[in-house]
């Protein structure tokens, strides 16, 4: 994600309140016995957003059915859930901001369900456990989240008629119920149902466009796994750009791009795409999805989003913000953190992409960035405030820390261990979790086993301590 830097929003947490008669368990709990079936839990332990996220299941795909009324800015949807429980579930729920919801099916069962804030809570005529698939049949006009930073995400209207998901880290509740943890990642399946006048971007492969009357169905596979916050459907009045990129390992990727009318062709920013792809691969490793792109779009939000397989713009994209939200392909989106502390992970590595970008393009080196931003940021700078991997309150969560702080950690173990292993250690991170989800403990672990040095001081004062690390 590309955030101003010098907001930092109010400090207010969100707090996670009992809820009466539910169960709320941990993230890391053990599960229950597998005889008697009981609730799942309503958190995934998330020590930044406690509200998020459930337990008792693991997502395996969402198959998303939504048709937009461009005249009233309403939905109405169908979602159907695949997961397996983990324990035998008496009950389980889902997260779900705003939206009616008119009925629930567990394996073609109606079930009876309840709402409770941003919960669905559901209890299937019978017992559940091994794979099954709760189908959610809602609608009406999707909100808008507000981050505890102030900023807006999730379903976000367009002056065009349309409307763009960009949801990063809980505004995917906004428009299909799901199990809002970064950490339960699942295949995705979207058939998005407009009015013709309207095209619509996906994550994934375009599998179909079909017209129907003044109507046209778009539809989007997800084949790899995914978080719920990186997904994302957009319809606007867009030119769309389709076309094939051949990438470092040979692959012919498709590359489509959404570019909002009004912003004209951007032919030099979707020429950069398949550059910038290259740039990267040779890098961090092969390109991890099977498709690429860009979508531009004015919608008033103040930062872009790495959507998975095309990062989302509000209004053209620079030169390094296209480096940046396609970095996040391999850190952030491929590899996933667990818990939101860990944001350094995504945005760290990508700021230190553009770094690798500028010098690879007449700029200064990363070791003289590095230098320049150390010295411009004395012991009292507010850059020292906040530990990169030790977040407390989530209203500082896309401050600079994550993003300044975190791009330097990367410079100082890349002079610590030496530029070839410093290489091998992004690859490797990047091969060994695609797909999947990393934590800074699994990245330090893998540092020091290329390394073969401890590397324990350098992550303890980079990244834990709020303070400015001495000796640099």
Do not use: C
């Not at 998975?308 to 480096?323: A, H, I, K, M």
């Amino acid at each position: 994600m590309s955030k101003p830097l010098s907001r930092t929003g109010s400090a207010a947490l969100a707090v996670l309140v009992a809820l009466s008669g539910l169960s709320v368990a941990a993230s890391g709990a053990a599960a229950a016995p597998t005889g008697r079936p009981s609730p799942g839990g309503q958190s995934a332990g998330d020590s930044l957003f406690p509200a998020a996220g459930n337990t008792g299941y693991d997502v395996l795909h969402y198959g998303i059915r939504l048709r937009y009324a461009r005249s009233t800015g309403r939905v109405s949807a169908t979602t159907a859930v695949t997961a397996r429980a983990t324990h035998p579930l008496s009950r389980f729920s889902l997260d779900l901001q705003g939206l009616h919801v008119a009925k629930v099916f567990v394996d073609g069962r109606a079930g009876r369900f309840s709402r409770h804030d941003d919960k669905l809570v559901v209890t299937p005529a019978r017992p559940v456990s091994g794979r099954f698939t709760a189908t959610v049949r809602y609608g009406g006009k999707p909100v808008t989240h507000i981050d505890p930073d102030g900023t807006q995400e999730g379903w976000i209207p367009t002056s065009d008629g349309g409307a763009t998901v960009v949801a990063e880290p809980l505004g995917a509740m906004t428009w299909f119920p799901d199990n809002n943890t970064p950490r339960d990642k699942a295949t995705f399946d979207a058939r998005i149902d407009v009015p013709s006048a309207l095209a619509v971007a996906g994550n994934g492969d375009l599998v179909s466009r079909r017209r129907h009357g003044s109507r046209t169905t778009w539809h989007w596979s997800q084949r790899h796994q995914m978080a719920t916050y990186l997904a994302m459907i957009s319809m606007g009045r867009y030119r769309v750009y389709r076309s094939t990129m051949r990438s470092v390992t040979g692959r012919h990727l498709p590359v489509w791009s959404f570019v909002a009318r009004k912003y004209g062709s951007l032919a030099p920013a979707r020429a950069l795409v398949p550059r910038v792809v290259r740039f990267e691969e040779r890098r961090f490793g092969p390109y991890p999805f099977t498709s690429t792109g860009i979508v531009v779009q004015d919608l008033g939000v103040g930062y872009a989003l790495e959507t998975q397989n095309r990062p989302t713009f509000d209004g053209p994209p620079s030169v390094l913000g296209l480096v940046h939200e396609l970095a996040h392909q391999w850190y952030g989106d491929s590899v996933t953190l667990r818990r939101w502390t860990d944001i350094w992970l995504h945005e760290g590595f990508a700021s230190y992409a553009e770094d690798l970008w500028t010098a690879a393009h007449g700029g200064p080196s990363t070791a003289a960035a590095f230098r320049a931003r150390y010295r411009a940021h004395p012991a009292s700078s507010s850059l020292w405030d906040q530990a990169p991997a030790r977040f407390r309150d989530p209203a500082l969560l896309f401050s600079s820390a994550a993003y300044v702080r975190g791009g330097m950690t990367l410079q100082v173990l890349r002079e610590r261990v030496g530029t070839p292993a410093f290489f091998t250690i992004l690859r490797r991170w990047a091969a060994r979790h695609r797909d999947g989800n990393g934590t800074t403990g699994q990245f330090r672990r893998l540092a020091e086993q290329v390394s073969g040095q401890d590397l324990g001081a350098l992550f303890h004062d980079w990244l834990y301590v709020p303070a400015r690390p001495d000796g640099y």
